[in-house]
């Protein structure tokens, strides 16, 4: 079973493995249908953040194809002068995710600027193409044995690395997307874990 690092959903998504489910629909105008997605979340909520500069790191490990990959460190900067934006501010791997931060509606942070009152979250997945067309198409029994090893991890500010809370698995298009536009309800979630 073939293991990369990858760009997934029309949204660039960060992507790595995989995730699961039997059947699925691969009839997607975007063609994300068939992804299946176990994200791992970590959130913060608002005021967690002092001004200034912040940096945060992320760390894919997973025993079974022997990923051992952190990305990083990136920065952002929070002041009690910048706008606040609805819901959530995604905090990515910026490296794929054109060097920003992002807001509700898959809106670019100006400048990677952030208010002091606003929540934020890191949000992170492996995934699985169910529908062969990145490859041979994964299984359930490969995707649970996969993830059972598997991990995502962030440190920020030089503190410990602490995991992400490894959500369920589901169809990628209901995690993030709804498959035939960006969704904003992906900003306005409570992922699990919080700071």
Known sequence: MRRSLSLAAAVAVLTGALAFPSAVSATSGNGYSGWMISAATINFDPGYWAP????????????ECDCDWIM????????????LYPGNVLLPWQDTWGGAIWASG????P?????????????????ADMTGASGPPDTVPEAKAFLAGASISWSWDGGDWIVGHQGPITNEC???VDCTSPSSAFFHRTWGQKF
């Open 52 to 63: 200034g500069v912040h940096t945060y790191s992320i760390h894919y490990f997973a025993t």
């Open 72 to 83: 990083g460190p990136y920065t952002f900067t929070v002041t009690k002068d910048a706008p």
């Open 106 to 109: 898959w809106l670019e942070v």
């Open 111 to 127: 400048g990677n600027t952030i208010n002091v009152a606003q929540g934020t979250f890191f949000w992170g997945a492996w995934t």
């Open 174 to 176: 209901a995690n993030m």
